[in-house]
């Protein structure tokens, strides 16, 4: 767990897929809607060649966020993950958040993406419930998951993220959420066909809202992936208070 805000609390998840995740307190919020938008990168071996440029689209994404008409808000929760899942913040204002403080990548390990990706889900929706049910908030929610690779390690599967998230929109805890699959590739990768087709997969299977196929991880190309995921965060929040989420974007 990151050095927490004075603003902030831990918040701890139990029963099946266990997972904490930081957020700040409720009486230090000034706006009564929010989107919560989570970005989870992988950082296991297979990102090495391209893991500068991956950093650096992290951070473009939080400076476009900072400039949308809707930046008061947004809460950015912020995991990177191999084999385990490290959050590099929780859900906190764009005013408290310097993407330049982010720390240097060091790709290495495996890829738990069903675990991470359940935990950024699930984190969106135990907050999103405290905020809705406890102070009557409007929240809605946007996570994105990036990465080159298989499932390869883990506990949860797409089935446990599916009902997550189902239960979730069913009981009215959050009142749209968006899940983005992004995948890249390495160009030098000849596995490539095997991961696309593996991530398909899961996105049917955990009925995850889009599939982006990125394409190769080149500098252009995630330039273009940071405006594509800030266009579809300003997309998800003004779509607060509509009862559905926004329209998929073209990549």
């Given at each position: ?67 949308s ?27 408290d ?127 273009k ?27």
């Amino acid at each position: 767990m990151p050095r927490l805000m004075d603003t902030e609390e831990v918040i701890q998840q139990t029963g099946p897929g266990a997972f904490q995740f930081s957020a700040v307190r409720v009486e230090h919020l000034g706006a009564s809607e929010y989107t919560l938008v989570t970005i989870v990168l992988d950082i296991s071996g297979s990102v090495y060649n391209f893991a500068d440029e991956l950093l650096k689209m992290v951070k473009t994404v939080v400076e476009a966020c900072k400039k949308s008409d809707r930046a008061e808000n947004l809460m950015i929760r912020y995991l990177t993950f191999n084999q385990n899942i490290m959050e590099m913040h929780g859900f906190r204002l764009l005013k408290d958040i310097d993407p330049n403080d982010y720390e240097e990548l060091r790709p290495d390990g495996y890829t738990a993406l069903y675990d991470a990706s359940y935990d950024a889900i699930g984190a969106t929706i135990d907050y999103s419930s405290r905020l809705v049910d406890d102070y009557e908030f409007d929240v809605n929610g946007a996570v994105y998951i990036i990465t080159d690779g298989m499932n390869n390690r883990g506990n949860m599967t797409p089935k446990s993220i599916k009902d997550k998230v189902a239960g979730a929109l069913a009981h009215e805890k959050i009142e749209s959420l968006i899940t983005v699959l992004v995948g890249l590739q390495d160009p030098q990768n000849s596995w490539a066909t095997e991961v696309k087709v593996h991530l398909e997969t899961f996105v049917s299977d955990a009925e995850l809202s889009q599939f982006v196929d990125a394409g190769d991880a080149t500098a252009g190309k995630l330039a273009k992936l940071a405006n594509f995921v800030s266009q579809s965060v300003s997309s998800q929040s003004q779509s607060l208070g509509t009862g559905a989420p926004s329209a998929s974007l073209t990549f």
